[in-house]
């Protein structure tokens, strides 16, 4: 059995955890129940609620913890370890590597010789001080005798790893996924107009005023104002000077929408033709994922940590400098100049998506298995 520890229930990790308990023994042990109800998100700036049957349909469990049930560096404090170590668990998965809690459990699983699967968003996309880089080395240098697989999310990840010493031999494909079929649309509204989507949190990191300054830029050109709609979902706390840019900037083509959850954004996807995501930073990107299931054609930045595995420059989208509101206008100004290039770039979205599925994943821990086996 593999015994699978994370942090609390997570919307994204949830439908591959339900997948592959059709197919291996699994368990999840869950450090903290946060996300089971409403709770306060600091990047939200409101209180929100996830979804309420994060936990049907598969094995799992909470661990014990004392203190504070909110997740960060420090907390949950989980005090509960022998559960994780009985006699028919031969693998203890963990999501993340950076965390008191998991170094511990990886080190006492080689005393009780388990086998240790670590899947870590760890990448080189933000600039990183000499010094972290060293520590980075040292620490995969030290910790890498007490890991036995690395599940990697995608290409970045995987160079990441390699950079800091890690054999490719112990490195599997495990992307970030998310159900295909939850947001495949077989018939996807038809849009006259180009219909600019964004998702997120309406933080810093994530470059929502990035894709205002270059809406600004594109309204100077003729008609282009009227011809888009560029539609914002989210909430966060710069929601309110990203409003001001808007008045400021005179951008009628811009709407916002507000937070939506997974059942609700499916009709802006739909809606959409256009998916952008300008993040200045993004480990990976599962927006991504959703809008080229729903057939769309995609911008992204190159601090987007999927964007070598699923943007393909002139086939199903575009990638731009980051942080370069200049540039990300020059690639949309591409699609609105060539409209008939957005109908075959969804398509070829959909297309590259449909490779990056739940089967993906399933294949790479069945190949990591095969691995540990044959060491044993």
């Given at each position: 059995?593999?015994?699978?520890?994370?942090?609390?229930?997570?919307?994204?990790?949830?439908?591959?955890?339900?997948?592959?308990?059709?197919?291996?023994?699994?368990?999840?042990?869950y450090r903290s129940n946060i996300s089971l109800k409403p709770f306060y998100d600091k990047e939200f700036d409101k209180n929100v609620v996830i979804q309420k049957n994060l936990i049907k349909g598969?094995?799992?469990?909470?661990?014990?913890?004392?203190?504070?049930?909110?997740?960060?560096?420090?907390?949950?404090?989980?005090?509960?370890?022998?559960?994780?170590?009985?006699?028919?668990?031969?693998?203890?998965?963990?999501?993340?590597?950076?965390?008191?809690?998991?170094?511990?459990?990886?080190?006492?699983?080689?005393?009780?010789?388990?086998?240790?699967?670590?899947?870590?968003?760890?990448?080189?996309?933000?600039?990183?001080?000499?010094?972290?880089?060293?520590?980075?080395?040292?620490?995969?240098?030290?910790?890498?005798?007490?890991?036995?697989?690395?599940?990697?999310?995608?290409?970045?990840?995987?160079?990441?790893?390699?950079?800091?010493?890690?054999?490719?031999?112990?490195?599997?494909?495990?992307?970030?996924?998310?159900?295909?079929?939850?947001?495949?649309?077989?018939?996807?509204?038809?849009?006259?107009?180009?219909?600019?989507?964004?998702?997120?949190?309406?933080?810093?990191?994530?470059?929502?005023?990035?894709?205002?300054?270059?809406?600004?830029?594109l309204n100077k050109k003729n008609d282009f104002k009227n011809k888009t709609d560029v539609i914002i979902v989210g909430e966060g706390n710069l929601k309110n000077n990203y409003l001001e840019l808007?008045?400021?900037?005179?951008?009628?083509?811009?709407?916002?929408?507000?937070?939506?959850?997974?059942?609700?954004?499916?009709?802006?996807?739909n809606n959409s033709n256009l998916f952008i995501m300008p993040s200045r930073e993004e480990n990976w990107g599962l927006a991504v994922n959703e809008a080229m299931a729903s057939s769309n054609a995609?911008?992204?930045?190159?601090?987007?940590?999927?964007?070598?595995?699923?943007?393909?420059?002139?086939?199903?989208?575009?990638?731009?400098?980051?942080?370069?509101?200049?540039?990300?206008?020059?690639?949309?100004?591409?699609?609105?100049?060539?409209?008939?290039?957005?109908?075959?770039?969804?398509?070829?979205?959909?297309?590259?998506?449909?490779?990056?599925?739940?089967?993906?994943?399933?294949?790479?821990?069945?190949?990591?298995?095969?691995?540990?086996?044959?060491?044993?």
């Amino acid at each position: 059995m593999i015994k699978y520890i994370i942090s609390h229930p997570i919307q994204y990790q949830v439908p591959l955890i339900r997948y592959l308990s059709k197919k291996i023994k699994i368990e999840v042990a869950y450090r903290s129940n946060i996300s089971l109800k409403p709770f306060y998100d600091k990047e939200f700036d409101k209180n929100v609620v996830i979804q309420k049957n994060l936990i049907k349909g598969y094995k799992n469990y909470f661990l014990k913890h004392i203190g504070s049930n909110k997740v960060n560096a420090i907390f949950p404090i989980t005090t509960e370890f022998k559960s994780l170590f009985s006699n028919n668990t031969k693998i203890i998965w963990l999501h993340g590597i950076k965390n008191w809690y998991n170094l511990i459990v990886i080190v006492i699983s080689k005393f009780h010789n388990k086998k240790v699967f670590v899947r870590d968003e760890i990448n080189n996309l933000k600039k990183r001080s000499f010094l972290n880089k060293f520590f980075n080395k040292v620490f995969f240098y030290i910790i890498d005798d007490f890991i036995d697989c690395y599940l990697s999310i995608g290409i970045e990840n995987t160079n990441t790893l390699k950079k800091y010493g890690i054999n490719k031999k112990k490195i599997f494909n495990v992307p970030y996924v998310v159900d295909n079929k939850f947001f495949y649309l077989k018939k996807k509204n038809v849009q006259q107009k180009l219909k600019i989507l964004f998702t997120g949190k309406l933080i810093h990191k994530k470059g929502c005023d990035i894709l205002l300054k270059s809406i600004f830029l594109l309204n100077k050109k003729n008609d282009f104002k009227n011809k888009t709609d560029v539609i914002i979902v989210g909430e966060g706390n710069l929601k309110n000077n990203y409003l001001e840019l808007k008045k400021k900037l005179n951008l009628n083509n811009v709407k916002f929408c507000g937070f939506k959850n997974q059942n609700l954004i499916k009709k802006y996807y739909n809606n959409s033709n256009l998916f952008i995501m300008p993040s200045r930073e993004e480990n990976w990107g599962l927006a991504v994922n959703e809008a080229m299931a729903s057939s769309n054609a995609i911008i992204c930045s190159n601090s987007v940590g999927c964007s070598k595995n699923l943007v393909k420059n002139n086939f199903n989208g575009y990638i731009f400098k980051s942080d370069d509101y200049i540039d990300l206008a020059r690639k949309i100004f591409m699609f609105y100049k060539n409209p008939s290039r957005i109908n075959l770039f969804a398509k070829n979205s959909l297309k590259i998506i449909s490779k990056h599925s739940f089967n993906e994943c399933y294949a790479g821990i069945i190949k990591a298995i095969n691995h540990v086996n044959k060491k044993c």
